[in-house]
């Protein structure tokens, strides 16, 4: 019983910026890889970034150089930082908290979604 919840969603101007939040809670034994993806209007999913819990990050290209993740274990909670804004970023963020139940298994458990709009 895990819930994910996000945060910091809103309407900026190109070139602004936003911190997103995503806070983990719950029955929470074995927290994982935590991630951002978002999803625009008639696209898939798509991944934006990911943190393991020794903090090494992996970034979409369309975002490295301008969005940073992050994340506060002791809070079971992950950041996205997202500067230099753009038009193309607008969509549904989602946040992934990938829980382990095993050596080789893991259920991930998904946010809300919080929209970010980015207008030219």
């Known amino acids: 019983q895990v819930q994910v919840v996000e945060s910091g969603g809103g309407l900026v101007q190109a070139g602004g910026s936003l911190r997103l939040s995503c806070a983990a809670s719950?029955?929470?034994?074995?927290?994982?890889?935590m991630g951002w993806y978002r999803q625009a209007p008639g696209k898939q999913r798509e991944l934006v970034a990911t943190?393991?819990?020794?903090?090494?990050?992996n970034y979409a290209d369309s975002v490295k150089g301008r969005f940073t993740i992050s994340r506060d274990n002791a809070k079971n909670t992950v950041y996205l930082q997202m500067t230099s804004l753009k038009p193309e970023d607008t969509a549904v963020y989602y946040c992934?908290?990938?829980?382990?139940?095993?050596?080789?298994?893991?259920?991930?458990?998904w946010g809300q979604g919080t929209q970010v709009t980015v207008s030219s």
């Open positions: 992934d908290a990938r829980v382990d139940s095993g050596w080789y298994s893991h259920y991930d458990y």
């Open positions: 719950g029955s929470i034994f074995r927290l994982n890889v």
């Open positions: 943190i393991t819990s020794g903090g090494t990050a």
